[in-house]
């Protein structure tokens, strides 16, 4: 008699091994979905399809992309790469090749990086010796890399040098007049070539020097205001430093014409003048007191200034004129473009503009008070338009909503809409960071999303979490157990069914099939309806 079901409350362990079973004697067709065992002994042979779990001695014949895990191993040989705690060690070949992507960088210690063949971040290469050239400045070096000649003696920084004139016998190339000149001069008809000193007769020896010509007396003496001089000794001139006066009726014999008098600080009473006022560069009118910039400058009639710039260093400036004219050269209109006020500081101007032939401010105009209009202001007519105010009442709110365009489109009746894409992530006032892993909130805020488990190797799995991480589990399908009171189903059957093969399927009557539909029930499985 053959047997249905084999269970292992029935069978001793060990019971059954591969002495005991023939050859194809177990197969899918005798065997649930799966077969679970604390040991298996002897070889097993064929597909293993599902999960594997425990230790083996060795695994052959597996693709290398099936194995996604090894757990921890001591020692790891690929090839003639071996790995073996903090080293990684070669056992064969000339060269240990690291060969990173187009594009990637190694790094090492965090902080040092080769790239295509160039070492940064390195802060010291220490080494007995550099084969190939280094480029750059050396902090220090025992030898310039070509010797240099200094005072005809060859230098290359390896150890001192003497330079004969210098610090050694011997003499320097000075070509040319250094230690005597070429030529000697005569000062004080005395030879001078610069070899030694000199002494000169009449300055620093007994003797005389020619000075020929009138120098310690005149050839000729001269009558200064009266006074005879000879340049021998001081005179006193009557009316100058001495009582009595000069005679000024004339024209002195030196100052005919009108000639340039340089003199200190004159202290007079009224000055006419029948010409110019002239002085240096700059030129100061100085009232008591001064030096203070104090006093009172007085023009007694017109002032006309013929320079490029007027400047007004005062703190206030008071103008009676009634008329305060500018640009007066301007033969017209164009003439006088731009012409106006400008506040230094604070940018503001008043100018005028020829092409609208307008005054154009660039700073709001605060008015305390009414303003009277005569014609329109910005093309409406206030004195129209106010007629139409005065028949609103006081509390009334009156509106036209204007039209929009771009972004936000509105329309006379105050509708507006919101253009698509009109509002990026900038203009949002939300809370936090946007980026390709957050989302908006209702309360306006920016979260991040739970990043979800890796979905490889998780096939026909769900998605269940612990409240605090997300993890995939199996279905389990094979279950004969619930926490349900009742299983419940419909009772009629809208579509075509197969149940699977080597299965038997279970329904609660009755079970109605609508027309058009089949239930298949294959060979051997059954379906029961109780």
């Known amino acids: 008699m053959a047997l249905t079901k084999i269970t292992s409350s029935g069978i001793a362990d060990d019971a059954i091994d591969s002495v005991h079973l023939a050859d194809g004697g177990v197969d899918n067709a005798h065997l649930a979905t799966g077969i679970s065992a604390s040991k298996l002994t002897g070889t097993l042979t064929g597909d293993v399809t599902g999960d594997v779990s425990g230790s083996a001695a060795t695994v052959t014949g597996a693709a290398q992309s099936a194995i996604t895990s090894l ?16 080293d990684i060690s070669s056992t ?8 990173p992507l187009s594009g990637q960088q190694l790094v090492l210690d965090g902080t040092v990086i080769v790239d295509a063949g160039v070492v940064t971040g390195a802060t010291s290469i220490t080494s007995t010796a550099f084969v190939g050239g280094l480029t750059g400045n050396a902090s220090t070096a025992t030898a310039l890399a070509n010797a240099r000649t200094l005072g005809g003696v ?8 003497n330079l004969p004139g210098v610090n050694t016998a011997g003499n320097q190339n000075t070509t040319g007049s250094a230690a005597t000149l070429t030529t000697a001069r005569t000062l004080g008809g005395v030879s001078f070539d610069g070899s030694a000193n000199i002494n000169l007769p009449g300055v620093n020896a007994a003797g005389s020097q020619n000075t020929t010509g009138s120098a310690a007396t005149l050839t000729t003496a001269r009558t200064l205001g009266g006074v005879s001089f000879d340049g021998s000794a001081n005179i006193n001139l009557p009316g100058v430093n001495a009582a009595g006066n000069q005679n000024t009726s004339g024209t002195a014999a030196n100052l005919s014409g009108t000639p340039n008098i340089t003199v200190g600080t004159i202290s007079s009473g009224n000055t006419t003048t029948t010409g110019y006022l002239r002085g240096p ?18 023009i007694a009639g017109n002032l006309q200034v013929d320079g490029t710039t007027t400047t007004i260093n005062s703190t206030t400036v008071a103008i009676d004129d009634l008329n305060f004219s500018i640009a007066t050269d ?5 003439a006088a473009n731009n012409a106006g ?44 338009d106010g007629t139409k105010l005065d028949t609103v009442a006081t509390s009334a709110n009156l509106y036209v909503h204007p039209n929009h365009s771009g972004d936000v489109v509105s329309a006379a009746d105050g509708a507006m809409t919101i253009q698509t894409d009109a509002v990026d992530i900038a203009m949002l006032s939300a809370t936090g960071t946007a980026s390709s892993s957050t989302y908006l909130r209702g309360d306006n805020a920016w979260s991040t999303v739970d990043a979800l488990p890796s979905q490889s190797g ?15 589990a199996t279905l389990d399908t094979d279950a004969n157990t619930t926490t349900k009171g009742l299983y419940e189903h419909e009772h009629t059957i809208d579509a075509n069914y ?3 093969s080597g299965s038997n399927a279970l329904s609660a009557g009755p079970i109605t099939i609508d027309t058009g539909y089949s239930v298949t029930v294959p060979t051997g499985s059954t379906w029961v309806i109780v």
């Open 154 to 161: 060859s230098f290359d920084g390896s150890a001192n040098i």
């Open 71 to 86: 757990g921890t191993l001591t020692t790891l040989s690929v090839d003639n790469i071996t790995i073996n705690g903090n």
């Open 498 to 500: 197969s149940i699977s």
């Open 330 to 334: 301007a033969a017209d209109s164009a």
């Open 341 to 384: 006020i400008t506040i230094g500081g604070a940018g503001a101007t008043l100018l005028y503009t020829h092409a609208t032939t307008s005054w154009d401010m660039n700073k709001p105009l605060n008015v305390t008070g009414n303003i009277g209009v005569s014609g329109t202001v910005d093309g409406r007519d206030v004195a129209t």
């Open 281 to 298: 560069t700059s030129f100061t009118i100085d009232p008591a007191t001064h030096g203070d910039n104090t006093g009172t400058v007085v």
């Open 458 to 472: 998780h096939a026909g799995k769900y998605l269940t979490t612990d409240a605090t991480d997300a993890s995939w």
């Open 92 to 99: 064969a070949g000339t060269d240990l090749t690291l060969t």
